[in-house]
C-alpha cells in the first residue's frame, strides 16, 4: 500500500516535470508555463506525509535537472553532478513549505509566487550563480509580459506565472470541497487578474513609448565561427605546431568574415569568445619574438582596423610575472581587446569577472592544495586549465562615423560593455556596467561575445547543437529589458543576433549569410550586418537590482527556519513520530 501511494505521489510531480521541460527553448510550449507547477502543488498535500514528499520530490527533481542539462557533463562531470544534487535540493524543500502554507490557509497565489521566486534566486547561490530554467525565461517570446523586467527583473515574470499557477491551484482544491463560488475565492482571482491586467497595460505602454526614446546607433558586424571546444582542446593538447596550424585556420576564416562585414560598411565588428588563440597584452607580447603567432595575429588586427572599423576581440589576456629572473605568465585572463580604426589597440581591456567553477576554474588551487589535486583527477582536461577572474567593469568608446578614435576635446559617439559568455545569465553583473556613480546610464548597448563550443557534439563535419544555445539566447532577452539596452551576440556554433531594448530577438539583417530567423542560427558559422538601437530610458532595475528576488528568498529562508523550529519544539514536546505511535499503542492497551 506503500509503495502504491509513493507511486501515485509520484504522478503530479512527473507532470510538472514533463511541462517545466516543454516550456522552456528550444521546444517552447510557453503558453504551459501557466499551468505547470498546478501537479505541483496539489500533491504538496497535508495529507501527505513528509518524508514521502521530500523523498519523491527530490527523486523527481534530480531527474528533471540531470536530463534538462546533460550538455554540462562533457565538460566537467563533477560539476554536472554537484549541481544537480543541489538544485535537486529546491524542489522537496518548496514541496514542504507549501504543505505547510495549506496547513495555515495561507492563499496559494501568494504562497506559490513568493516561494518560487525565492527558490529561484537560491539557486544561484551555488557554484557561483545558476540561473537557467527560470519560470521566466519561458516567457522570452511573450513581449507585452516581459516588459515589466525593468522593474522587477527577470523575477517578476516568474512571479506572474507562479501566482497564475498557485490561483488554479487553490480554485481546483476549492472545487473538490464544492467551495469553489466562495466570496474570498472571487476575491483571490480578482486581485491575480489585476495583476496580469497591470503587466499587459505597463507592457503596451512601454512598447508604445519606445519611439520616443530609441534611436539608430552604430552599424555592426558580428560574426559566428562554428569551432566545437573539442577541436580546440584537442590542439592545445597535441604538439605545438599542430595547435598553431588550428589557431591559424580559425584566424583566417574569421578574417575573412570579418573583411565581409567590412565591405558592407560596419563600424563596430565583433568577433566571438576566445575564438583568437593567443594572449594580446602590449606587456606579454613585448617578450615575444618577432615572428611568434600572437605578434603576427596582433600585427594582422591592427592594420585589419586601420581606417577602417572598431574590432572587438575575444581572446586570452595575462599578467608577466618573474621566476628565477626569467618572465612567466603568472595571471591568465579570458578578455576582449578593441583596436581601433586609428591602428591602435585601445589600452583597456575586459577580463571575464565570474568564471564559472570547473568549466574555467578549478577551485581552491590557492586555498587549499591538497584538495585541489583532488579534484584534478576528475578534470577531463588532464591539466590545470584554470583562468583567472578579471576585477574592472570596463566601458569601451567608440568615435563616430568617419572619425578613427574619441579625444578629450571630442565626446564619444558611443559607449559600450562586454559581457562574456556565461555573465549574460547573471543580472547582477550586467546591471553594474549600465550606472556610472551618479547614477546616470553611462553605456548606450552591450556586447555578449560566447563560446558555445562546449555545448556541441559533432561527427566528421557535422555540428549537433544542444539545448543550452537556444536558452542561452532567450535569458539575454531579460537583461536587455532589465536595462534597456541593446544586446549583440557574437557566439561560437551560435546564436549570433541583435536583441532590441524591448527585448525582441531580430529576425534579419541589412546583409550576411545566416539564416533571417534568429533561433534557426545554431551549429553553422555565418555573419552579419545590422544597425542597433540606442535607449536613452533608465529603469528601475538598473537602479536597485534584484530586490523581488531577495525578498522572497528572504521569505522562503525565513519559512524554512520557522517550520524546522516548530518540528523541533514538537518533537521535544510529544516526542518523534516513531515515539508518538509507541505511546499511542500503549494507551490502547490500557
Known amino acids: 500500500m506503500k509503495v502504491k501511494n509513493i507511486f501515485l505521489l509520484c504522478l503530479p510531480f512527473i507532470a510538472s516535470a514533463l511541462m517545466l521541460t516543454v516550456i522552456q527553448s528550444p521546444i517552447s510550449i510557453s503558453a504551459l508555463a501557466w499551468i505547470s507547477l498546478v501537479p505541483f502543488i496539489l500533491a504538496s498535500s497535508p495529507t501527505a506525509k513528509p518524508k514521502h514528499l521530500f523523498l519523491v520530490a527530490y527523486l523527481t527533481s534530480l531527474g528533471y535537472w540531470l536530463a534538462n542539462i546533460y550538455w554540462i557533463a562533457p565538460i566537467t562531470l563533477l560539476g554536472w553532478a554537484a549541481l544537480c544534487l543541489y538544485t535537486a535540493l529546491l524542489w522537496p524543500i518548496l514541496a514542504l513549505c507549501l504543505r505547510y502554507c495549506r496547513i495555515k490557509k495561507i492563499p496559494l497565489f501568494l504562497a506559490a509566487a513568493v516561494l518560487f521566486v525565492g527558490a529561484e534566486r537560491l539557486q544561484g547561490l551555488f557554484l557561483g550563480g545558476f540561473f537557467w530554467r527560470h519560470l521566466s525565461h519561458s516567457q522570452y517570446a511573450n513581449i507585452t509580459i516581459i516588459q515589466i523586467a525593468d522593474i522587477f527583473g527577470a523575477a517578476g515574470v516568474s512571479f506572474l506565472v507562479a501566482m497564475v499557477n498557485g490561483l488554479l491551484a487553490e480554485l481546483f482544491i476549492a472545487a473538490q470541497q464544492k467551495n469553489l463560488f466562495k466570496v474570498k475565492n472571487f476575491l483571490k482571482t480578482a486581485v491575480v487578474c489585476a495583476a496580469l491586467l497591470a503587466a499587459v497595460f505597463y507592457g503596451r505602454w512601454r512598447i508604445n513609448e519606445s519611439d520616443r526614446f530609441v534611436t539608430q546607433g552604430p552599424l555592426v558586424a558580428s560574426l559566428q565561427s562554428n569551432v566545437p571546444q573539442r577541436i580546440k582542446t584537442e590542439a592545445l593538447r597535441g604538439e605545438t605546431e599542430v595547435a598553431e596550424q588550428t589557431s591559424q585556420e580559425l584566424f583566417d576564416e574569421l578574417m575573412q568574415k570579418s573583411k565581409a562585414g567590412l565591405s558592407e560598411g560596419a563600424e563596430l565588428i565583433i568577433w566571438p569568445e576566445t575564438m583568437v588563440q593567443a594572449t594580446l597584452n602590449e606587456g606579454v607580447l613585448a617578450y615575444l619574438e618577432p615572428l611568434s603567432q600572437p605578434i603576427l595575429f596582433d600585427k594582422a588586427l591592427s592594420q ?148 558555445d563550443g562546449w555545448f556541441v557534439r559533432f561527427k566528421g563535419d557535422k555540428v549537433f547543437p544542444g539545448t543550452e544555445l537556444p536558452q542561452h539566447a532567450a535569458i539575454c532577452v531579460f537583461r536587455a529589458v532589465e536595462n534597456r539596452l541593446a544586446v549583440v551576440r557574437s557566439v561560437n556554433t551560435g546564436i549570433s543576433c541583435i536583441i532590441d531594448t524591448l527585448g525582441q530577438l531580430k529576425n534579419g539583417y541589412l546583409a550576411g549569410n545566416l539564416p533571417q530567423n534568429a533561433m534557426d542560427r545554431k551549429g553553422m558559422s555565418g555573419w552579419f550586418v545590422d544597425k542597433l538601437p540606442i535607449d536613452k530610458r533608465t529603469t528601475f532595475f538598473s537602479k536597485y537590482g534584484q530586490w523581488l528576488d531577495f525578498c522572497c528568498a528572504l521569505c522562503l529562508v525565513l519559512l524554512i527556519i520557522i517550520t524546522a523550529w516548530l518540528r523541533i519544539i514538537q518533537n521535544k514536546k510529544y516526542g518523534t513520530s516513531v515515539q508518538r505511535r509507541k505511546n499511542e499503542k500503549i494507551w490502547k492497551k490500557r
Open 304 to 451: 585589419h582596423a586601420t581606417n577602417n572599423a572598431y574590432l572587438l576581440i575575444g581572446a586570452y589576456g595575462g599578467t608577466l610575472g618573474l621566476k628565477h629572473g626569467e618572465p612567466v605568465l603568472t595571471e591568465r585572463y579570458n578578455s576582449a581587446f578593441l583596436y581601433r580604426p586609428d591602428g591602435k589597440k585601445d589600452p583597456k581591456q575586459y577580463s571575464k569577472i565570474h568564471l564559472v567553477l570547473f568549466g574555467e576554474v578549478l577551485p581552491f588551487r590557492k586555498s587549499f592544495p591538497p584538495l585541489f589535486n583532488l579534484l584534478m583527477k576528475f578534470n577531463p582536461y588532464g591539466y590545470d586549465h584554470s583562468l583567472d577572474a578579471g576585477t574592472e567593469y570596463t566601458v569601451f568608446e567608440m568615435a563616430g562615423p568617419g572619425k578613427n578614435s574619441t579625444s578629450d576635446s571630442q565626446a564619444p559617439a558611443y559607449k559600450f560593455s562586454v559581457i562574456i559568455c556565461y555573465e549574460a545569465t547573471l543580472p547582477e553583473i550586467v546591471r553594474r556596467f549600465v550606472l556610472d556613480r551618479q547614477g546616470q546610464k553611462q553605456i548606450n548597448f552591450l556586447i555578449n561575445i560566447s563560446n
